[in-house]
């Protein structure tokens, strides 16, 4: 290299001094580093998340909410590891384990199953959940076999089926309103865990339109034949798997092909693949000049409504915070290793569910009052990324979504909720499509 | 192989065993001699790259001592828990595997005076190829492994061929074709796991069958990186030892002599990409049937493969197109890319600063070369008022 030599100084020597002073500095930092600290112990709560990571706005993002509101309410202190790759997901899950701090490490998303077997087999001594996973149904070489579950691991799964039927309800009572023949849904990457929402949406068009002939048999016979009641049942709703959770444009150019087969509403079952959906419809409005829907699309995981509000005419959420939260909170109380093991390893949050004899629900339709709850998830990806998020200050934004609301008929809302009074009693039972061929048989029947 | 007789004013020629000492001897001198000024700028440039980085750190606030301190837990050292050491360091061995491999395809590309950075594109077509073969055929232990491997190397040197025959053929410039090759593979492959290689789960390959898979020798390390070694090092014979790697070599150094030597320029190109296309395909059979850490498959969303390609310029460059030199590259890289989680979860230092200081190391070895060009134009231009 020119500027050594011009120096003068030989390539030996520099090796030489090279060698001899990273020696000294490891050894020196060693020496620093390997001395006893005393610190006080802390309860740390670890969230690792899934590809994608925060400002998803659905479901990591809520995974994180949850751990705040666990920071704040328990007193801990919450660490976030983002998987930017699969493969990031044991070392994350290790390296939160092997921090003496840490409690409750949490594994966000389905595709963690695997590793949270691994990790939990590794670190018996600390306690483990998964969010959608299944890890009693995996076996892990060394660890455990299929059905087996272990006493420090935790699934908390969903009723995703429940309340995908009444989003389903509500976008085909929308559809019979506006005389539109769809509804569409725009899924991600087709895994057991979106089959359940698949089938509940379906399931809920299905019920709306039967509910609808036999409350309004006459309205029902005279809808003209754009109407999604004159629609044949098979292909009532527009869906497809984009194949991914993570790429936005995927959202936009799956749901433009629904909306301009006059779609009512799209239903976001891809986190932020919504914010495709969203392109469209904005798009629409701009082209048309809209203040607010039709054409709607339906949120997912988190209260999604005021990301474009009055074109997001409800949200699915599934609450995955109060997961996150609740394990916290089992955790400092000592009663997490006795739900793992009376509960089989699974916990199941939805309608009505309860755990420990304690209501625990995780499922529900957004309301008004969860809108503010949500406002923030915003202004903290605005924070996040610098750019601008909400479409206008919290006041505006909850003004929009209440004239949204109002604007549509008060029976079409009241439907909605006779159906979830009906599914909370057990009077009607939304199919659970969690293998290859419940789906099978029901794609037969729904399309 | 070329068999010359050296002849070293320091060495004694004897006849027979001695002979062949003292010519092994004289052999690796002559290395140590050329290591010498090779070896000291990558240092160098090591040494500037973490200065910076450093300062970095600085700037976001952070301390670098500790920061680096965390980094060298990439390498398994500072962990307290003992039992974490070994896994940590066998974690950056098995991290290293793809990266000496994926060097090798950009630094015999150089080395022929080419540019093939179709790395990336040539790992996820060999990844592919394992993960079917290891998921999808039944064959016995141990040969299973070994056609694995093969049929993933030849996929990923058919793959490599592609710009080679632009290149020779129609004088396409490898640089377009191999991005664009690395493009049509980056939606391939995912179609090919999503439509035909998914087996229980939809958005990944089959998961490779135990007779498949490279034996385990600890943590997320198996003997995939011995096969990895062995690759590197051939690799050096051929070109430095056999007259085909020799031609190759001049080709790069000096495309005028080789014409008038009347070396075959399209033959050298064709086996350079052929080389770098196997080493790439191997890197990415490695991440598929070599690494449990990943899960033995290979996702759509090619996660566990993606950017190993890039990255092996990065270490061929430290490792000056050498592929021994790749080697202690590639080890280097890898434990400062595992010590990127450390930093982040002790520190909150974002991982990509590892990402930064490594471009740092890189640019510090361009930067040299660069200088006696801008000295030139330099002169230059004060020579033209006259």
């Excluded at chain 1, 011009?6 to 500095?25: L, R, W």
């Excluded at chain 1, 020196?28 to 925060?54: C, E, H, Q």
């Excluded at chain 1, 991914?244 to 891809?270: C, H, Q, R």
């Excluded at chain 2, 296309?277 to 566990?304: E, F, K, N, Y």
Aim: proline share 4%; with cysteine; glycine share 10%.
């Amino acid at each position: 290299m020119k500027l050594l030599n011009s120096k003068g100084i030989a390539s030996t020597t520099v090796i030489i001094v090279a060698i001899i002073v990273i020696i000294a500095a490891v050894a020196g930092v060693y020496l620093v580093v390997m001395k006893p600290t005393t610190a006080a112990p802390a309860f740390k709560i670890a969230v690792v998340s899934d590809i994608g990571g925060r400002g998803d706005l659905s479901f990591n993002d809520m995974a994180f909410k949850g751990g705040e509101e666990a920071e704040r309410d328990f007193n801990v202190q919450m660490v976030e590891l983002i998987s930017q790759t699969e493969a990031d997901y044991l070392p994350n899950l290790r390296i939160a384990a092997s921090d003496p701090d840490v409690k409750l490490i949490v594994g966000v998303g389905y595709l963690l199953t695997t590793d949270l077997v691994k990790a939990a087999g590794e670190f018996p001594d600390k306690n483990f959940m998964g969010i959608d996973t299944y890890t009693k149904w995996v076996a892990v070489e060394g660890v455990k076999e299929i059905g087996e579950t272990l006493p420090n691991l935790l699934d908390i799964v969903y009723e995703e089926h429940k309340g995908s039927a009444l989003v389903g309800a509500l976008g085909a009572l929308l559809a019979t309103y506006y005389d539109k023949p769809y509804i569409g849904g725009v899924f991600g990457i087709e895994i057991a865990t979106l089959w359940k929402f698949e089938i509940g949406y379906k399931w809920g068009a299905d019920w709306a339109i039967s509910w609808y002939e036999n409350n309004h048999p006459d309205n029902a016979a005279a809808e003209p034949t754009t109407s999604i009641v004159k629609t044949p049942t098979k292909e009532r709703v527009l869906y497809t798997y984009t194949g991914t959770f993570s790429d936005i444009t995927k959202g936009y150019t799956a749901a433009l092909p629904m909306y301009e087969e006059n779609a009512i509403a799209v239903y976001n079952i891809a986190g932020p693949l919504g914010l495709g959906i969203n392109s469209v419809v904005r798009d629409i409005a701009r082209r048309d000049g809209l203040e607010q829907g039709p054409p709607f699309w339906i949120g997912v995981d988190a209260n999604q409504d005021w990301i474009n509000p009055g074109f997001v005419i409800a949200s699915m959420m599934k609450r995955v915070d109060r997961g996150v939260y609740n394990a916290t909170k089992w955790v400092k109380d000592n009663t997490f290793r006795n739900l793992v093991e009376n509960y089989g390893g699974q916990v199941t949050l939805g309608i009505g569910t309860t755990v420990a004899g304690t209501l625990t629900e995780g499922i529900s339709i957004s309301t008004l009052a969860d809108l503010d709850e949500f406002v923030q998830m915003g202004v903290k990806a605005e924070e996040l990324t610098g750019e601008p998020v909400l479409l206008g200050s919290p006041e505006w934004i909850s003004t929009k979504v209440s004239t949204m609301r109002d604007a549509q008929p008060s029976w079409i809302w009241d439907a909605v909720a006779e159906l979830e009074g009906k599914i909370r009693s057990g009077e009607v039972v939304v199919p659970l499509a969690s293998t290859a061929d419940d789906v099978a048989y029901w794609r037969n029947i729904l399309g | 192989m070329i068999t010359r007789i050296e002849r070293n004013a320091n060495t004694e020629i004897n006849a027979g065993e001695d002979e062949v000492v003292a010519r092994l001897f004289g052999t690796i001198r002559e290395h140590l001699r050329t290591l010498k000024r090779p070896l000291a700028d990558s240092l160098f440039a090591l040494f500037i790259g973490l200065l910076i980085g450093a300062a970095l750190m600085l700037v976001f606030g952070h301390n670098p001592i500790t920061g680096y301190i965390s980094m060298l837990k990439g390498f398994g050292l500072f962990i307290r828990e003992g039992s974490f050491n070994k896994t940590e360091f066998l974690e950056a061995l098995a991290y290293s595997v793809p990266l000496m491999l994926t060097a090798i395809t950009f630094a015999v590309g150089m080395r022929a005076g080419i540019f093939n950075i179709g790395a990336e594109g040539q790992v996820y077509m060999g990844a592919v190829a394992a993960a079917w073969i290891g998921g999808h055929l039944v064959l016995p232990t141990g040969i299973h492994v070994l056609v694995a491997t093969a049929f993933a190397m030849l996929v990923g040197a058919l793959w490599a061929i592609l710009p080679a025959i632009l290149k020779i053929f129609a004088g396409v410039h490898e640089v377009i074709s191999s991005i664009m090759l690395n493009w049509i593979a980056f939606f391939h492959v995912p179609y090919l796991i999503i439509h035909h290689f998914a087996g229980a789960y939809a958005e990944r390959t089959a998961a490779i069958l135990p007779t498949a898979r490279y034996p385990v020798i600890g943590a997320s390390l198996t003997a995939v990186i011995f096969v990895a070694i062995a690759a590197c090092v051939v690799v050096y014979f051929l070109l430095w030892r056999t007259r085909a790697g020799y031609e190759l070599r001049l080709v790069g150094d000096n495309p005028d002599a080789a014409r008038y030597a009347g070396v075959n320029i399209r033959r050298a190109i064709l086996i350079s990409f052929i080389i770098g296309g196997m080493a790439a395909g191997l890197a990415g059979a490695s991440q598929v049937i070599g690494r449990p850490l990943l899960g033995w498959t290979l996702p759509a969303t090619l996660g566990t493969v993606f950017g190993l390609g890039f990255s092996g310029i990065g270490v061929a460059v430290v490792g000056r197109n050498h592929p021994i030199g790749g080697i202690f590259a590639a080890l280097l890289f890898a434990g400062m890319l595992n010590g990127a989680k450390f930093m982040e979860y002790d520190f909150g230092i974002p991982s990509d600063l590892v990402v930064a200081i490594q471009g740092v190391i890189i640019l510090a070895l361009a930067v040299p070369t660069l200088l006696p060009m801008i000295r030139k134009w330099v002169k230059k231009i004060g020579r033209k008022p006259k």
